[in-house]
């Protein structure tokens, strides 16, 4: 089964930025990332495809935020820029084994795969 372990949380300040890694065991296809706040359900942040030439992004962090993945398509990263207060939360990495994002790409029941979440925090 693959695993899939998340890297690069930490804590920072407002404006400032983070990269976070995720390590596939496995073949995957499209991954994505999901975060959770205390108290708050977990929500859709970014996903890409298999071949990392189509990307989606939630509202809240588009124009801030920037998946990617290697050449191998294994790893994926989180680049992110300028970040808000309200941008703390665990981030959870996710993979599917479908080849394409389309709008159920934002659901978490479209993932089989997931990481155990690393933190990050971004203070005022």
């Known amino acids: 089964q693959v695993q899939l372990v998340e890297s690069g949380g930490g804590l920072v300040q407002a404006g400032g930025s983070l990269r976070l890694s995720c390590a596939s065991s496995g073949r995957t296809f499209s991954m994505g990332w999901f975060r959770q706040a205390p108290g708050k359900e977990r929500e859709f942040v970014a996903a890409?495809?298999?071949?990392?030439?189509?990307?989606y992004y939630a509202d809240s962090v588009k124009g801030r935020f920037t998946i990617s993945r290697d050449n191998a398509k294994v790893t994926q990263f989180l680049q992110m820029n300028s970040l808000k207060p309200e941008d703390t939360a665990v981030y959870y990495c996710a993979a599917s084994p479908r080849t394409y994002l389309n709008d159920n790409s934002r659901k978490r029941d479209e993932y089989d795969y997931w990481g155990q979440g690393t933190q990050v925090t971004v203070s005022s």
């Open positions: 890409i495809s298999w071949s990392g030439h189509v990307a």
